[in-house]
């Protein structure tokens, strides 16, 4: 008897302190700290108001919202125009809720149970030891699962759709479940709501006030913060390799790096980033600067650093940036330091472009580029992955639209485009470390970068729409440039093409397919991670994986198990390649050599402008 009592008295024990934690221990400061809050509430909602108000901001809500009922519905034509298929499909709803029903009921009554339902392998959201030990968080925690699960099996079992249609659907379904997960939530997100009683509400009264912050920052949007942007400052402690700006055009700076060995290869290196965010991801620090290092290995570097353009860029089309960025950084090379003949390298949409340039100066009988390599470029669009979500004839409409007042597209718009993509990563975890838990994250060099968005500039920005991911002109043989229709067929210099295995942005099929267009030689390779960490992997760093393979042929799944793993990063291999094609050496140039006068210390001017 004794011994039941025992174990009576531990099991009401933990009962008692399970309640216990969710109990408010202090109600005088817990109603002062919800006063509070909500004055900060009001802050947040004024920030967001007053643009308005004084007609610097005007929302555009309407347009996205009716593109995803305008979506939803033809999901839901499928269902519903047979009533049996409907009948069929709540029933399968209704029955998983039972079983998660029944599964708490014997939980309740004591009985060993396991979860019906549970989260996929490295969903970190339910990783708090309440979401599976307490009976209710346990039950939301798997109808949540169960209705997101059966919402995306509607679209995908939904015949009829074409593809266009069931991707955004896809993409939708994704972005609401993400955002109503019980995790998102105090209430209902167990880690939350300890942390607002223990706190006695501080921990929303920080929150809040960060939201107003933000929101005020963003001139009326939220512009959330992913770190502690304080620490970090261009031209300080970022982008800090030695050289100077030899060159300015309308659109782009030129940098030419200060040479850290006595001979360095004959052909410099010409790079040209993305103009979406800017080029310092490849010189962020000493430890993980690809620039600094390629100065180490022996190459003349220059760097295209473009305008963060503004009304006065709003006609600036492909062809200025070929000519007034691309252009002027060959004329810029060859007056340095007496080359005609470089190595280039695109990154991103900045490869889009210099294959676009090669496939031009192909057609004019310019071979002053001899070698080019391509980090995650999509020439063919095909399978471009998520941000084909935001491409067709209306939304383009709706951003030339959008476009047409100012001259460019704010750069906050991309940047949340980015971020939807990986919405779990990249948003919520932030809205709820900062807003919720009322806590400042950490500071960190890539998220301060990846804040440092840019605007686009409405004829170039417009141009990329239509001709890559809407009307896939460049891989089909129909884009038009300076009057030109090019072809990439024409493009025979070597090529090296990296693509990253976890690329959301461009995926690595979509950089494999792309490889086919070209006609010269191309050395396919794969970086483990993604469009950012699979590029900027420092040897020294030792961490991913690339692997290399036979010519980029036949299916991009069956190449990749068939190619050949190397442990660390793919930089040295890469710099092999370039010796492999021309290993002359010279001595080291100046920056500007005798032609050209630095204008004025790197990064330069245009790096530095922040939206």
């Not at 501080?202 to 913060?225: C, F, I, Q, T, Y």
């Amino acid at each position: 008897m004794s011994g039941n009592r025992k174990n009576n008295d531990n099991g009401k024990n933990k009962a008692d302190a399970a309640i216990s934690q969710y109990l408010v221990k202090d109600p005088e400061a817990f109603a002062q700290n919800m006063a509070l809050m909500i004055e900060q509430a009001g802050k947040a909602a004024s920030a967001w108001l007053k643009p308005r108000e004084e007609g610097e901001r005007k929302d555009n809500v309407a347009e996205p919202v009716a593109d995803v009922v305008k979506t939803f519905s033809k999901v839901s034509e499928y269902w519903l125009s047979d009533p049996s298929r409907a009948l069929e499909a709540q029933t399968r709803l209704f029955a998983d809720y039972m079983s998660i029903w029944a599964n708490s009921v014997s939980r309740a009554s004591g009985e060993p149970t396991e979860d019906v339902f549970k989260p996929d392998r490295g969903d970190k959201r339910f990783q708090d030891p309440e979401w599976a030990e307490n009976a209710f968080f346990d039950f939301l925690k798997q109808t949540y699962l169960v209705t997101s699960r059966w919402a995306n099996d509607l679209v995908e079992n939904a015949d009829g759709l074409d593809e266009h249609t069931r991707h955004k659907a896809q993409f939708y379904v994704r972005q609401i479940a993400e955002a109503i997960s019980p995790s998102n939530f105090v209430m209902t997100n167990p880690e939350l709501f300890r942390e607002t009683i223990e706190s006695d509400g501080e921990n929303l009264v920080r929150g809040l006030k960060m939201l107003a912050e933000d929101v005020e920052a963003g001139k009326g949007e939220l512009k959330l913060r992913q770190a502690d942007y304080e620490p970090f400052e261009v031209g300080r402690n970022m982008a800090m390799t030695p050289g100077q700006v030899i060159a300015r055009s309308d659109v782009a700076e030129i940098i030419q790096y200060e040479a850290a060995t006595k001979e360095v290869l004959k052909r410099p290196l010409l790079i040209c980033p993305p103009w979406i965010n800017k080029f310092y991801i490849l010189d962020l620090n000493e430890e993980k600067s690809f620039i600094r290092w390629c100065v180490s290995q022996g190459h003349t570097v220059f760097v295209i650093s473009w305008v963060n353009p503004d009304s006065r860029h709003a006609k600036k089309s492909w062809e200025h940036y070929i000519d007034e960025g691309l252009g002027l950084a060959l004329d810029s090379i060859e007056k340095s330091t007496g080359e005609s003949e470089v190595n280039a390298i695109g990154y991103c949409v900045g490869g889009t472009l210099l294959a676009v340039a090669l496939a031009l100066m192909a057609r004019r009988g310019d071979k002053r580029i001899r070698t080019a390599t391509f980090f995650t470029t999509q020439v063919d669009f095909t399978y471009a992955g998520d941000l084909k979500v935001f491409v067709d004839e209306d939304q383009i409409s709706s951003i030339e639209n959008s476009m047409s007042g100012k001259g460019y597209l704010d750069g906050t718009k991309m940047a949340t485009a980015f971020n939807m993509l990986r919405s779990r990563d990249l948003i919520w975890p932030y809205v709820i470390n900062n807003y919720m838990k009322g806590k400042k994250p950490m500071p960190f060099d890539l998220l301060y970068w990846n804040s440092d968005s840019t605007r686009l500039g409405a004829a170039n920005h417009s141009y990329y729409l239509r001709n890559c991911y809407l009307e896939n002109n460049l891989a089909r043989g129909e884009m038009v440039i300076a009057g030109e229709k090019i072809s990439l067929g024409e493009v025979t210099i070597p090529i090296y093409n990296l693509a990253t295995r976890e690329d959301h942005i461009a995926p690595a099929r979509s950089a494999f397919v792309g490889s086919k267009y070209f006609g010269g030689p191309v050395d396919f390779v794969v970086s483990g991670s993604g469009h950012i960490a699979g590029v900027v992997n420092p040897p020294a760093l030792k961490k991913y994986q690339f692997w290399t393979g036979g010519k980029p042929e036949g299916e991009f799944d069956s190449w990749l198990a068939n190619a050949e793993e190397h442990p660390g990063s793919w930089w040295p291999h890469w710099h092999e390649w370039i010796k492999s094609n021309d290993n002359t050496m010279v001595s080291a140039r100046k920056p500007g050599g005798k032609a050209l006068k630095p204008l004025e210390p790197a990064p330069g001017s245009y790096v530095k402008v922040r939206i």
